[in-house]
């Protein structure tokens, strides 16, 4: 029988995965098969489970998910107040265990044990409360007087962040660890003074009992959370590096309390001079100890990774100026709504998205695009907020606020991508499945070898031996080497204006060997201007010519229409009523006119209303075209009437970034749907390695395809929905940050800045990021391929040499945090 339920609490694809998992292992449960998107299980069973067993497997596994019949479960919001320490409630595992699993709480990883990270976003909140000094249960949201004692409020200092809260809570328990485990450290050292002083003051049995209740501090409060998540790992089975850790520090530390209690159960060689077993709780407490400065360490530089996101969100302004009744009044940002007239004063940050009304401006947008120099705006122009206003004051209107402003979307862009795997890191979980048993069996191994083989006292020999296997592997390093490079790269990459969508993307990018550009508005500043409208029709003069083409337009969005119509308008054109107007995409545009059929655009658009361009026509445009300018036809009634010359400048970072690029290896294609004349001129001056004219939509994806199939990495760089289905088929698609959201939707990279030179920038950081990875993944894996062998031993034989416990663990402790280093080094990468 098969039953349908809902399931309530997954959030991401690992939610699903295991909920399937965990109801399948039920007794009865033949198949289970989960959809996401539907919150739906449908459970095939051998016979009827009552939904209480369901629920119950569910709850065993951690009160995380819960599991209803169907309708009976309400979907409400529920927001919840957020306890002291909780931050913005959103935590993710730095190894992206669960992929991009998110937590609502603090806490630790239910698959690696690390602890988990707080995400750096806008959704806590920024507004200032204000709280009465004598009466701190007092709290507003504006300043006033307070209804107690009558004093003035003060501004509520803002709560420690929960990634804060772990970095402080880490640090204390560490000293506390450091204080009681360095008398430890110093009274299990003296003994290999010959004449040891602590002797004459008591007995070698006492100072191990001083040992023993030394030790209980730092197992039992300073790292008692390694050996709750080395038994949860255990439990659940997702071994990981607090298995190794708990095994390792706590057969040492059990192994000196029984030895401590029942001396007489071991043998003689375990004995020392003086009669009693040797312990181990400075072993024990010192690896502990050192693998917290690890994790103490770690929190610092995870903190660091997410430095750019925090950069960013410090451009997030507080408060605004909003024009009310003609007032200016200071409202919160929460408080702006769209089409709110709002005032900017110099030097102020902009606080939403939208248009200048009045006044005109510099504006400094160097946190948002990379580029230094401040960008001069007027009325019109749109601004972005975060970005910092100049030394002159305008108006603007609200068009974007909360979180659908561009500063918002890049913050979220980088919090995705954060989130999100590379295909490289494929080979590390592969490996870090087989790791941690892997480990385990060789630390079984290398106990029961030094123990048959090994020099008296053998079985001492042994045990440490083994523990030293245990404490030095890390799998964490391993775990780490791709997220903290992506991590870091990304926010990188958005402080120069080139926003990454996910980890894949950066790989891909770096294998890129063919560049298709369009021309309009990538290789040029998709800023047209009519240059003449011609006509070599006698009953058809240039100034109806321009009429028709300016009604055509005046129903168009394209950037060409749009730059005859601000050209109809300035020789006071008027404009006749089109009616039946479509869009022919990559062709042109139609419509009736005067009970005339009109139609406007390239010689494709021609064909299409079966009109035919007269060989003097051709001769006439051909000069224009030659220079790189773009000319459009008008037929009436299928008669070709006259035509528009419009010119578009090429950018002046072009030719620069073409040829950046080609010295990288990438061959650089145009694709575009002007006609051939114009193409070769551009094609030409620019020197690329390629071009193709009146490309349709279609036409671009098949050359994409057809690239493809001959083994090229293809990326596709384009502003338009004509773009779309290429950047979409492309291996990577970068959308030029001026275009369409058709456009950026489908792209994996957006340039906030839509200029090739971002695309030159996208390439050296993916070659960064790759390179950094690699780096990342070789000292991991070399690290742990030596450093094992090494504590098990083998260079004993021919050099003596062994290797402590307690060395073993400092040298685990610095594998992750070295790698977190080496990935923090991305951040001086110069693009």
Request: one cysteine or more.
């Amino acid at each position: 029988m098969t039953h349908n339920y809902h399931i309530h609490g997954m959030t991401c694809d690992g939610c699903r995965k295991h909920v399937e998992e965990t109801l399948s292992r039920i007794k009865a449960v033949s198949k289970v098969t989960v959809d996401l998107k539907k919150a739906e299980a449908s459970i095939e069973m051998d016979r009827h489970i009552p939904l209480e067993i369901l629920q119950k497997a569910l709850k065993d596994d951690g009160e995380q998910y819960s599991i209803h019949e169907p309708g009976t479960h309400h979907h409400a919001e529920v927001i919840k107040k957020k306890n002291k320490g909780e931050g913005n409630g959103v935590f993710y595992c730095p190894m992206h265990c669960e992929g991009d699993k998110t937590y609502d709480k603090p806490g630790d990883c239910p698959v690696c044990g690390m602890t988990l990270v707080e995400e750096q976003n806008l959704s806590a909140g920024k507004t200032t409360q204000w709280t009465c000094p004598m009466h701190p249960g007092i709290v507003k949201d504006a300043p006033g007087a307070c209804p107690i004692c009558g004093m003035d409020l003060i501004p509520l200092q803002p709560d420690l962040s929960a990634e804060e809260k772990t970095y402080k809570s880490l640090l204390k328990k560490f000293w506390v660890a450091v204080v009681f485990t360095l008398p430890i450290f110093l009274i299990a050292m003296s003994e290999m003074l010959s004449n040891n002083p602590l002797y004459k003051i008591m007995h070698q049995e006492y100072w191990n009992w001083i040992q023993f209740i030394l030790s209980v501090p730092v197992l039992f409060y300073a790292t008692w959370m390694f050996f709750e998540r080395a038994y949860r790992s255990i439990k659940t089975w997702n071994l990981n590096m607090f298995t190794l850790i708990g095994i390792g520090a706590g057969v040492a530390w059990l192994f000196s309390v029984v030895a401590m209690l029942f001396p007489d159960v071991f043998p003689e060689q375990f004995l020392s001079k003086s009669g009693a077993v040797h312990v181990y709780f400075e072993a024990a407490t010192v690896i502990l100890t050192l693998v917290l400065l690890g994790q103490l360490l770690e929190a610092g530089a995870h903190s660091q990774t997410s430095s750019a996101v925090k950069a960013l969100l410090k451009l997030a302004p507080n408060e605004a100026v909003k024009i009310v009744n003609g007032q200016e009044v200071k409202v919160s940002i929460d408080e702006i709504i769209l089409n709110d007239i709002l005032r900017v004063k110099p030097g102020e940050k902009i606080p939403v998205d939208g248009v200048i009304t009045e006044g005109n401006t510099s504006i400094d947008e160097s946190m948002i695009t990379g580029e230094p120099i401040p960008v001069s705006k007027a009325e019109g122009d749109k601004v972005s907020s975060g970005t910092i206003n100049g030394n002159q004051s305008f108006l603007m209107k609200a068009e974007k606020v909360g979180s659908d402003t561009l500063l918002s979307q890049i913050i979220q862009m980088v919090n995705t991508a954060s989130r999100s795997r590379a295909p490289i890191q494929n080979l590390a979980d592969k490996v870090s499945g087989y790791f941690v048993p892997a480990v385990v069996i060789i630390a079984v191994i290398t106990f029961a070898v030094w123990a048959i083989w090994g020099p008296e006292p053998a079985y001492v020999f042994a045990l440490v031996n083994a523990i030293a296997v245990l404490i030095i592997a890390c799998p964490c390093a391993l775990g780490l080497a791709t997220p903290m490079s992506v991590m870091v790269g990304v926010g990188k990459g958005a402080q120069n204006g080139v926003l990454i969508k996910n980890a894949e993307a950066l790989e891909k990018m770096d294998q890129v060997d063919v560049l298709i550009i369009d021309k309009t508005g990538t290789i040029t500043e998709g800023k047209p201007t009519v240059e003449k409208v011609g006509s070599l029709n006698p009953g058809f003069p240039g100034k109806e010519v321009l009429q028709y083409i300016v009604s055509l337009n005046s129903n168009s969005e394209h950037p060409l229409a749009d730059a005859t119509v601000k050209y109809g308008r300035e020789q006071k054109t008027e404009i006749l009523n089109a009616t039946g107007f479509s869009a022919v995409t990559g062709k042109g545009v139609e419509a009736t006119i005067k009970d005339k059929k009109a139609a406007l655009g390239n010689p494709k658009m021609m064909e299409y209303a079966n009109a035919v361009i007269s060989p003097q026509m051709e001769n006439e445009v051909k000069t224009y075209q030659q220079q790189g300018k773009t000319v459009s036809y008008l037929a009436v009634d299928k008669t070709v009437v006259g035509y528009v010359v419009i010119a578009d400048k090429i950018k002046a970072t072009s030719a620069k970034a073409i040829q950046e690029l080609q010295e990288r290896g990438i061959e650089v294609i145009m694709l575009t749907g002007d006609n051939h004349n114009t193409a070769q001129a551009v094609a030409n001056e620019l020197h690329l390695t390629g071009f193709k004219a009146n490309m349709l939509p279609e036409d671009k994806l098949k050359e994409v395809e057809q690239l493809q199939g001959m083994g090229k990495v293809v990326a596709v760089a384009g502003d338009g929905i004509n773009d779309a289905p290429a950047l979409a088929k492309s291996n990577v698609g970068i959308a030029m940050g001026t275009g369409t959201d058709v456009a950026i939707e489908s792209a994996l990279i957006t340039l906030v800045k839509g200029d090739l030179h971002g695309i030159v920038k996208a390439r050296k950081l993916s070659h960064a990021v790759m390179k950094n990875i690699k780096q990342n993944l070789f000292f991991a894996l070399i690290y742990n391929t030596l450093g094992i062998p090494i504590a098990a031993g083998v260079l004993f034989p021919f050099f003596g040499i062994l290797l402590s416990p307690m060395i073993a663990a400092l040298a685990m402790s610095f594998s992750s945090v070295s790698v977190i280093a080496n990935a923090l080094r991305l951040r001086n990468t110069r693009l």
